[in-house]
């Protein structure tokens, strides 16, 4: 059980990336959950352009 301030990671993968035959941030969200982190979420990005920052 984690106390005090959180953190945040994002992390930009494609929707076509994998990982031994399965989607890149399914298995993300995953080795996360067995990590024992309190949460994540996949969001899909509908448009942009540029860098990420």
């Known amino acids: 059980m984690f106390t005090g301030r959180g953190k945040q990671l994002t992390i930009f993968v494609a929707e ?3 990982y031994h035959h399965r989607a890149l941030y ?3 969200i995953e080795m996360l959950r067995r ?6 979420t ?3 990005g ?5 860098h990420p920052r």
């Open 16 to 18: 076509t990336d994998l």
């Open 26 to 28: 399914t298995t993300i």
């Open 35 to 40: 990590e024992g982190c309190s949460g994540a």
């Open 42 to 44: 996949a969001m899909r």
């Open 46 to 50: 509908v448009a942009g352009f540029g």
